[in-house]
DNA sequence: CGGTCTCTTGACGGAGTTCAAAGCTAGTGG
DNA sequence: CCACTAGCTTTGAACTCCGTCAAGAGACCG
């Protein structure tokens, strides 16, 4: 088990391949406190400013919007080896739009925005490394609201649930239907519909 | 009329302040190459590589996206001073997702890949300025999808209309529409509404 | 002007919502 | 270890917002 096997060196890695050094990552590694949260804990709360960028390094958790009417409206799930935070308030300083929450038991990396800004600051390869994972994140984003706008709650469902099996096994069905805008009644007769086609 | 007047200059000063000297803005620019359309012009089409990153210099387009029935979906506009791509094709070098097509004459500036990522590999300042503005795009997506699943048409559109108004103003009614997820029958009914409530 | 593209308006239809109630499941505490 | 409870899921029936179809008015360009 050396640092090379960490989910956060392999997470770099994917991005940056083998010109990460050793030394450089554990550089990296020791900006990050870890720490545990039960589930249903709340990492960060609207209206209070997010101070971190989080690492999760096993369970899950969720970022939502709550509207007027009180309802959660997911805006990303994260697994072990996923970001999460408010970029909105994180990189702001402003209080926060969204709510994030452990789902299930949490071990993760925390990093605050000081230690952020002068990793990037102190290192070409760690900014790029943060350019290219904004970047995914705002390329898969961009598909999810193209598809939101274009196509019907039925095949949206079918896409999410082909794209994230995991998040299908993990996430509740409540949170899935949030996320795909629709509400869980609807999702639950979608699923009833799809498992009568499948086996007719 | 000096370098620093140059709509490009005060789109990186923005994030990067003083800091910008006029030779590296310089050398910036000198990669990007200035190229004029009509209105209609498709700068990448679905299916295509898109090869570019377009900064608009004066005009107006819109990338979307088109779903199997045929349908336009707007996906970003840009202005004067905007930046856009298809970024999944550009980043990935694959088939494009989207069309991007001018809606007036436009004056632009284009940059291909490889400059785009010699810019970034050269010079750390560079590679901070494009991270923050994706950074900022994506920001602004989030909040665009989460007000899409929360929020009803009419306070979508109300929005819409005060953020941008300049949008309002230059961009055609069916493509707000697409933009928002509703029909453009739907805006003009939103519209209508608001008209009477405005001026009961 | 004449044609095409865009916006408006009306009547009808349907995907998804709302309201309500009854199962189901998993976490909690005795 | 089991019972209890709270929260999640399912299902039915009525409803509504937005979509569809259709036709006409207006705007813009060649």
């Given at each position: 088990?050396?640092?090379?096997?960490?989910?956060?060196?392999?997470?770099?890695?994917?991005?940056?391949g083998d010109?990460?050094?050793?030394?450089?990552?554990?550089r990296?590694?020791?900006?990050?406190?870890?720490?545990?949260?039960?589930?249903?804990?709340?990492?960060?709360?609207?209206?209070?400013?997010?101070?971190?960028?989080?690492?999760?390094?096993s369970?899950?958790?969720?970022?939502?919007?709550?509207?007027?009417?009180?309802?959660?409206h997911?805006?990303?799930?994260?697994?072990?080896?996923?970001?999460i935070?408010?970029?909105?308030?994180?990189?702001?300083?402003?209080?926060?739009?969204?709510?994030?929450?452990?789902?299930?038991?949490?071990?993760?990396?925390?990093?605050?925005?000081?230690?952020?800004?002068?990793?990037?600051q102190?290192?070409?390869?760690?900014e790029?490394?943060?350019?290219?994972?904004?970047?995914?994140?705002?390329?898969?984003?961009?598909?999810?609201?193209?598809?939101?706008?274009?196509?019907?709650?039925?095949?949206?469902?079918?896409?999410?649930?082909?794209?994230?099996?995991?998040?299908v096994?993990r996430?509740?069905q409540?949170?899935?239907?949030?996320?795909?805008?629709?509400?869980?009644?609807?999702?639950s007769?979608?699923?009833?519909?799809?498992?009568?086609?499948?086996?007719?």
């Amino acid at each position: 088990m050396t640092l090379k096997d960490h989910l956060l060196y392999k997470n770099l890695e994917r991005v940056l391949g083998d010109s990460l050094s050793e030394p450089e990552f554990s550089r990296f590694l020791s900006v990050f406190v870890p720490k545990s949260f039960d589930r249903k804990c709340l990492l960060t709360e609207e209206g209070s400013t997010c101070r971190y960028v989080y690492f999760i390094l096993s369970g899950s958790a969720c970022s939502y919007y709550v509207n007027e009417e009180g309802e959660k409206h997911a805006i990303q799930f994260a697994l072990e080896g996923y970001w999460i935070t408010d970029h909105y308030s994180f990189f702001s300083g402003r209080p926060g739009l969204y709510t994030i929450e452990t789902l299930e038991p949490v071990d993760l990396l925390m990093i605050n925005r000081d230690n952020f800004e002068s990793l990037c600051q102190s290192s070409h390869q760690f900014e790029h490394f943060f350019r290219i994972l904004i970047q995914n994140a705002f390329t898969a984003l961009q598909y999810r609201l193209a598809k939101t706008n274009a196509e019907e709650a039925e095949s949206r469902y079918v896409e999410f649930a082909k794209s994230y099996p995991a998040f299908v096994q993990r996430i509740p069905q409540y949170l899935i239907a949030s996320y795909l805008g629709i509400k869980p009644q609807s999702l639950s007769r979608i699923r009833k519909d799809l498992s009568g086609k499948n086996h007719p």
